[in-house]
């Protein structure tokens, strides 16, 4: 088949948690948005039928199993089965936000790995294919038999920051929150030639953060906070504090994921508001975070990237130049 041929047999469907960003990529793709209704019985059982055929199509499925984690990810998993059923030809699921996904090692004894489960679950179901966006742990992607991409967004989210603070990059240090962090924060600190820092982070146990000292130069330099995601928020929160006593210019914070349990976010904005962040930066991975209104956070749009990346898989293009393409606006030769 050519390209026309299988953009003609694709169709994008969106779930509840991610209904909103289905429709957008729809309409930026030029695919045609397939309708699918999720009803809740009495009982709390849940049921998913697609009201637009699906026999023999392509099936782009969109869905964040965010908060509540487990509706949302029951609601995925009947909607593959109904579609597989309703004889798809294939199933590709765009989970911008993975839930479960810190869940990916047995740290301690008798503890489950509930992202391997989750994992099997929508294999099980029948997806054929899985796209995530910056998943906690990379190796993830070795919990499935089927194929998964593990995608990221930091150059959109830069791309978005370059262009409201351009001269931000001639004295920047990028600061790794934690050990986890390094290896991605490396990387875009050498693409962006700018100085590196990494926090000494330990969690003693769940939501628990203890912060000790921050390894690098951040003198009078602005910095820039990466991390995937923003739970609580008090790793980044005590990061800013140990920051400030280095004597650090601005603080600029930028995460993928704003999951923002135990009301969170207030502290941002309390953070915000009293000058300890200059900026923050999210993703809409968890769609209801465009609702929210603070002059100093940005909500980045991430449906014209999720655009390219579907057009790039229909016509079995590179998704590196997809990449390629924001890296050149963040870090011109």
Not at 11 to 35: D, H, P, R
Not at 188 to 217: C, F, T
Not at 228 to 245: F, H
């Amino acid at each position: 088949m050519n390209f026309n041929d299988n953009f003609n047999n694709s169709i994008i469907f969106g779930l509840t948690n991610s209904n909103i960003t289905a429709q957008k990529v729809a309409k930026l793709t030029g695919i045609e948005f397939g309708y699918i209704k999720t009803s809740k019985f009495a009982d709390g059982e849940i049921l998913v039928k697609s009201e637009t055929t699906v026999r023999g199509k392509d099936i782009f499925l969109f869905q964040s199993t965010s908060y509540p984690v487990n509706d949302n990810l029951m609601e995925l998993l009947i909607a593959i089965d109904s579609l597989k059923r309703a004889s798809a030809n294939s199933i590709t699921i765009f989970v911008p936000y993975f839930g479960y996904a810190r869940q990916d090692r047995k740290a301690k004894g008798r503890e489950p790995i509930t992202c391997k489960l989750v994992a099997n679950f929508l294999e099980t179901a029948g997806a054929t294919k899985v796209i995530l966006i910056d998943v906690h742990s990379e190796q993830s992607q070795g919990f499935f038999d089927i194929p998964v991409d593990t995608l990221t967004v930091s150059c959109v989210l830069l791309k978005e920051l370059i262009k409201k603070e351009p001269s931000l990059v001639n004295n920047l240090t990028m600061v790794a929150p934690d050990y986890g962090a390094v290896k991605k924060v490396r990387k875009i600190s050498e693409m962006l030639n700018a100085n590196l820092a990494i926090v000494d982070k330990r969690r003693p146990k769940p939501n628990v953060v203890e912060i000790s000292d921050v390894l690098g130069d951040v003198n009078n330099k602005n910095c820039l906070l990466i991390d995937d995601m923003i739970d609580t928020g008090e790793t980044i929160l005590q990061n800013i504090e140990l920051l400030k006593k280095h004597n650090c210019k601005d603080i600029y914070v930028m995460a993928t994921h704003g999951v923002f349990s135990n009301n969170a976010i207030e502290k941002f904005k309390y953070a915000l508001d009293k000058g300890d962040i200059k900026e923050l930066y999210i993703s809409d991975t968890i769609e209801k975070n465009a609702t929210i209104k603070h002059p100093k956070i940005f909500v980045v749009d991430l449906s014209t990237f999720y655009s390219e990346i579907i057009l790039a898989q229909i016509g079995h293009n590179s998704v590196s130049d997809i990449y390629k393409k924001y890296w050149n606006f963040v870090c011109p030769k």
